[in-house]
């Protein structure tokens, strides 16, 4: 059972026995009722007498009528509202009023229980059947999605490419290498001075001095440490 259908079947529940509480009240109260006409001017006429209370009665049922019906529609209707009310009210005050002055407390009590309980026990029901009506329905099984259709290829027309001949492959120039640096004559002083670092190495290592190591005690160009090296050899 699912939620809805258990919330339908507890509102049909409802419904049976209010249905049941508000027969028995207009039987107490339509009876009630009856007696006051009797004893307020229409005893002479038995038919009078039970004719009296469907006057004030038929209000109620006619009003709870008009709310049942705005409830399955899931309006508010205010005259069913008010001819409810206002049958309601009547019925209860007609039926305290004809219990007499000076009788005991109870009585007024026991006189108001029955249009007061049907009252309160329709307006209830009619609370719930706005509702249930109101309440979008949400425990069903939901709807089988239905399945994606892949769009069809679309058609591609034959396309005839030209073949355009290769054009000659670009063969780049080569590029004169980098021309040779004048290497400028040493001067006989550093000339000297080279000698002496280069004799030193020797001593020191017990090699020739080369190149790298030259330049920097000598802190000069490599092609100048080069043309030194090489006018030391």
């Not at 307006?123 to 069903?140: E, F, I, K, S, Y």
């Not at 640096?181 to 670092?197: C, E, M, N, T, Y």
């Amino acid at each position: 059972m699912t939620k809805q259908e258990a919330e339908r079947t507890a509102i049909l529940t409802a419904g049976v026995v209010i249905l049941a509480l508000t027969a028995v009240a207009f039987w107490l109260s339509y009876a009630h009722l009856a007696d006051v006409a009797k004893t307020n001017g229409l005893a002479a006429s038995n038919a009078r007498t039970w004719a009296w209370p469907a006057t004030l009665d038929l209000f109620i049922v006619a009003g709870e009528v008009l709310m049942f019906r705005a409830a399955l529609r899931g309006v508010t209707d205010w005259w069913a509202i008010g001819l409810t009310v206002a049958g309601s009210l009547g019925s209860i005050g007609l039926n305290v009023a004809g219990v007499g002055a000076g009788a005991p407390r109870l009585h007024y009590v026991v006189a108001a229980v029955p249009p007061s309980a049907a009252l309160l026990a329709f307006g209830a029901l009619m609370r719930q059947v706005h509702n249930l009506v109101a309440t979008p329905a949400d425990d069903g099984p939901a709807p089988l999605a239905e399945p994606e259709t892949e769009p069809a290829p679309a058609e591609v027309a034959d396309i005839e490419v030209e073949r355009v001949p290769d054009a000659d492959p670009f063969v780049p120039e080569l590029l004169p290498g980098p021309l040779p640096v004048a290497v400028s004559p040493v001067p006989p002083a550093l000339l000297d001075h080279a000698r002496k670092i280069a004799d030193a190495h020797h001593t020191a290592t017990g090699n020739e001095i080369d190149p790298g190591t030259l330049r920097a005690r000598l802190g000069v160009p490599p092609q100048l440490a080069d043309a030194i090296v090489a006018q030391l050899a």
